[in-house]
């Protein structure tokens, strides 16, 4: 059973960095997309970064580009999302996603495995 697990959320001021981990367990993902997300209640889920397991492939969101970097460490099947310049607006609950499908894609249901979230909070 695939799991996804989720940590290094938390509180943190505008222009600060956070880093999020997401832990993968359950299957070799050697083909496998992962991606992280995002959502604040009442907002649809939205595409932050992606990255490919087994390739130099990797994906932004405009709103994030040059500021967040989504990193993989294949031994510990773990991905990373180093975010530096934080701003209020990233305040959301960030989920961390895997695709059998081989390539990154922002659409949420291109993705068959979900973390429960780490919860982000940037104050002004």
């Known amino acids: 059973q695939v799991q996804l697990v989720e940590s290094g959320g938390g509180l943190v001021q505008a222009g600060g960095s956070l880093r999020l981990s997401c832990a993968a367990s359950?299957?070799?993902?050697?083909?496998?997309?992962m991606a992280w997300f995002r959502q604040v209640p009442g907002n649809e889920r939205e595409f932050v970064a992606g990255i490919m397991w087994n390739e130099p492939s990797d994906r932004y969101a405009d709103s994030v580009k040059g500021r967040f970097t989504i990193s993989r460490d294949n031994a510990k099947n773990t991905v990373y999302l180093q975010m530096n310049s934080l701003k209020p607006e990233d305040t959301a609950v960030y989920i961390c996603?895997?695709?059998?499908?081989?390539?990154?894609?922002?659409?949420?249901?291109?993705?068959?495995?979900w973390g429960q979230g780490t919860q982000v909070t940037v104050s002004s």
């Open positions: 996603a895997a695709s059998r499908l081989s390539a990154i894609s922002t659409l949420r249901n291109w993705y068959n495995y």
């Open positions: 359950g299957r070799t993902f050697s083909n496998y997309a």
